[in-house]
C-alpha cells in the first residue's frame, strides 16, 4: 500500500506533546466488519468432510469448500479411536494477500477422537496432505476455526472492544500480530462465533 488516500498507517506520522522535541508516533483507530455469513460458527468439516484412512498418505486436492474469509483451519480425528495416529495434517493455500502459505496443523493424540487447530489465516486451501493412521478405521476431517484474519502486519495490534452481534464482548478478543506474514494476523473473539456480525475496533 501506498500514496495518502486512503489513509496510509504505515507513513511514519508523528504528534506533538507537550514536551518540545517528544513526538510520539501517530495511530489510528479502524472498524472492521464481518457479516453474519462471513463469521459463521467454527464448523470440523467445513473445508472437507471426513477421509477414511487407506492406509497410505494423502495428498487432497478437490472437494474443497475455502472460507467465506481468511480464517485458521481445523483437522478432527475421529472413527474407531484405536486406529488414529499422532500425525500432522499439512495445509497449503493462499492468504489474503493471495500469497501461496503453508502450515502444519498440531499433532492428533494417538488413540484419541479430537480437534487441533491452525494459527495462520488462510483465504483458500488448496492441498490437503494427511499421513496414514495406524488403521484405516480413521478419518480426518479439515475445518475452519474461530480466528479471523486481519488486513495488517504490525508488530502490536491493540484491541480497543470487541462486538458480536452488535453486543460488548465482557472479556478481550485476542490478537496475534506479526511483521512480516499476513496471515499470522488475527483476531479470536472471547465468544464462539455463530452465525452472527463481528465488529472489531483496532489501533493500527
Given at each position: 500500500?501506498?500514496?495518502?488516500?486512503?489513509?496510509?498507517?504505515?507513513?511514519?506520522?508523528?504528534?506533538?506533546?507537550?514536551?518540545?522535541?517528544?513526538?510520539?508516533?501517530?495511530?489510528?483507530?479502524?472498524?472492521?466488519?464481518?457479516?453474519?455469513l462471513?463469521a459463521?460458527?467454527?464448523?470440523?468439516?467445513?473445508?472437507?468432510?471426513?477421509?477414511?484412512?487407506?492406509?497410505?498418505?494423502?495428498?487432497?486436492?478437490?472437494?474443497?469448500?475455502?472460507?467465506?474469509?481468511?480464517?485458521?483451519?481445523?483437522?478432527?480425528?475421529?472413527?474407531?479411536?484405536?486406529?488414529i495416529?499422532?500425525?500432522?495434517?499439512?495445509?497449503?493455500?493462499?492468504?489474503?494477500?493471495?500469497?501461496?502459505?503453508?502450515?502444519?496443523?498440531p499433532?492428533?493424540?494417538?488413540?484419541?477422537?479430537?480437534?487441533?487447530?491452525?494459527?495462520?489465516?488462510?483465504?483458500?486451501?488448496?492441498?490437503?496432505?494427511?499421513?496414514?493412521?495406524?488403521?484405516?478405521?480413521?478419518?480426518?476431517?479439515?475445518?475452519?476455526?474461530?480466528?479471523?484474519?486481519?488486513?495488517?502486519?504490525e508488530?502490536?495490534?491493540?484491541?480497543?472492544?470487541?462486538?458480536?452481534?452488535?453486543?460488548?464482548?465482557?472479556t478481550a478478543?485476542?490478537?496475534?500480530?506479526?511483521?512480516?506474514?499476513?496471515?499470522?494476523?488475527?483476531?479470536?473473539?472471547?465468544?464462539?462465533?455463530?452465525?452472527?456480525?463481528?465488529?472489531?475496533?483496532?489501533?493500527?
Amino acid at each position: 500500500m501506498s500514496g495518502f488516500y486512503p489513509k496510509n498507517p504505515a507513513l511514519g506520522q508523528v504528534i506533538q506533546s507537550d514536551v518540545p522535541g517528544n513526538n510520539p508516533d501517530s495511530a489510528f483507530p479502524v472498524h472492521l466488519e464481518w457479516t453474519a455469513l462471513e463469521a459463521l460458527a467454527a464448523l470440523t468439516t467445513g473445508v472437507h468432510a471426513a477421509v477414511t484412512d487407506n492406509g497410505a498418505q494423502q495428498e487432497i486436492t478437490t472437494a474443497i469448500t475455502n472460507p467465506g474469509v481468511p480464517r485458521n483451519i481445523s483437522a478432527t480425528a475421529g472413527g474407531t479411536a484405536g486406529d488414529i495416529k499422532a500425525i500432522t495434517v499439512t495445509i497449503v493455500g493462499t492468504n489474503i494477500l493471495d500469497e501461496a502459505i503453508s502450515e502444519v496443523l498440531p499433532v492428533f493424540t494417538v488413540d484419541t477422537a479430537g480437534t487441533v487447530l491452525g494459527n495462520k489465516a488462510f483465504k483458500t486451501v488448496t492441498k490437503i496432505t494427511i499421513p496414514a493412521h495406524d488403521g484405516t478405521a480413521a478419518t480426518t476431517a479439515i475445518g475452519w476455526g474461530d480466528k479471523l484474519g486481519l488486513p495488517y502486519m504490525e508488530e502490536e495490534i491493540p484491541c480497543i472492544a470487541s462486538f458480536l452481534n452488535s453486543v460488548l464482548e465482557a472479556t478481550a478478543a485476542t490478537i496475534a500480530a506479526s511483521l512480516t506474514a499476513i496471515e499470522s494476523n488475527t483476531i479470536d473473539l472471547s465468544s464462539a462465533l455463530n452465525a452472527t456480525k463481528v465488529d472489531a475496533y483496532l489501533i493500527v
